[in-house]
């Protein structure tokens, strides 16, 4: 249970509110309902079977873009505690902010934003809130799930002008330069020590990591000494949770530390006042971002760019590819919902209708609708 919330924290009593007026719920707070919206949507159950970095058949014990979502969720919700700021409104922005991707991790967002670049392009940070405005339905007085403003916000960390413009409320920030609340900065930086961790975890189970590789970045080495001395007999498995344990920690207390100092020094009174500050205040120390980004850069070049990676980010563009012309060239080769929207509409409509059904499938779901259109 939470106690009192810091004043610069979301409040749902000071909330842009929803866009259809709902009455208030018994037993939950605005933001726990919005949270349970989101683990009850159909999109929140597909990430199951979605690709984080591994492909989902390629192994049982990689993260998915599930459970990636729900380690995410525990970071964030830790430091909201300890900062007294919204925990509720953390975990739902953390649980929904993948919502949006594609089949196949970012090889399939790249290629169906290459597909649809004469049709505006396609992003997953904005797809995921158009899940949760438009595309989940399963409300009988208005579609999408009619989340707070807040969460919203939360969900999309970035947009271009345009994209801003055509959104209106939650893509004002974007035109006024503006921060979204400290529970939204909060949710992105959990996303980027959530995947940072857990792929060193994953990448060295695959074998496409060592742990010689690993020690060149400080993150690792220096509780990895530890841990070495302290318990020189332990085998590797054991050996790298101790160790990616304690970065977690040391990345996740620097993290709170750090952001109670400039919250302290801000001092803002509000979440408006939050929003009008030069720079966002959620953030690590200077020197532990650097050993954040550095093993960031680190595992762009020798893991999300290792050869045996890349041949499947090949194979899985080829999938996308063929099932978004497909699509394109014989809409009724998707369900009712989809081609009957799509069909007689423009151009662009038909495009965005079937990338919304691409970036809904899961991989598994991808492959098996790509070996029916090759038949086709
Ligand atoms: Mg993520």
């Known amino acids: 249970m939470q106690g009192t919330l810091a004043p610069c924290a979301a409040k749902a009593s000071l909330s842009r509110g929803r866009k259809y007026a709902e009455p208030a719920s018994l037993h939950r707070s605005e933001y726990q309902r919005d949270r349970d919206r989101i683990i009850h949507s159909t999109a929140f159950r597909r990430l199951m079977y979605k690709t984080q970095v591994f492909v989902n058949h390629e192994g049982d014990l990689y993260r998915t873009r599930l459970t990636h979502s729900l380690e995410v969720s525990q970071i964030g919700r830790t430091v909201a505690v300890a900062l007294n700021l919204n925990e509720a409104l953390t975990e739902a922005i953390c649980l929904a902010h993948d919502l949006g991707h594609t089949p196949f991790g970012h090889a399939g967002q790249d290629t169906l934003n290459t597909c649809m670049r004469e049709f505006g392009g396609f992003e997953h940070n904005l797809q995921s809130l158009r899940v949760v405005d438009e595309l989940e339905s399963k409300y009988a007085e208005f579609t999408g799930l009619n989340l707070m403003f807040e969460t919203r916000e939360g969900i999309l960390k970035h947009c271009s002008a345009r994209n801003a413009r055509a959104l209106g409320d939650v893509g004002e920030r974007f035109l006024t330069r503006q921060q979204p609340g400290l529970e939204a900065q909060l949710a992105n930086i959990a996303d980027a020590i959530a995947y940072n961790n857990h792929d060193v975890d994953d990448g060295l189970r695959a074998g496409l990591l060592t742990i010689e590789q690993m020690q060149q970045q400080a993150l690792f080495e220096i509780p990895f000494r530890e841990v070495s001395d302290k318990y020189p007999q332990l085998d590797d498995r054991r050996l790298i949770y101790e160790v990616i344990r304690r970065m977690v920690g040391t990345v996740v207390t620097d993290l709170i530390e750090e952001t109670a100092r400039r919250i302290e020094t801000a001092a803002p009174d509000s979440i408006d006042a939050v929003r009008k500050m030069p720079k966002p205040l959620v953030s690590m120390s200077d020197e532990v971002y650097a050993q954040h980004k550095s093993l960031k850069r680190f595992l762009h070049k020798h893991l999300y760019s290792h050869e045996q990676k890349l041949a499947m980010t090949h194979k899985v563009q080829a999938i996308v ?20 929207v799509a069909e007689n509409a423009a151009d662009d409509v038909r495009a965005r209708v079937v990338a919304d059904y691409i970036a809904g499938m899961t991989d598994r779901f991808a492959i098996s609708a790509h070996e029916t259109i090759k038949g086709c």
């Open 321 to 340: 590819e063929a099932l978004f012309h497909a699509y394109m060239n014989d809409v009724s080769l998707m369900p009712e919902e989809f081609s009957a």
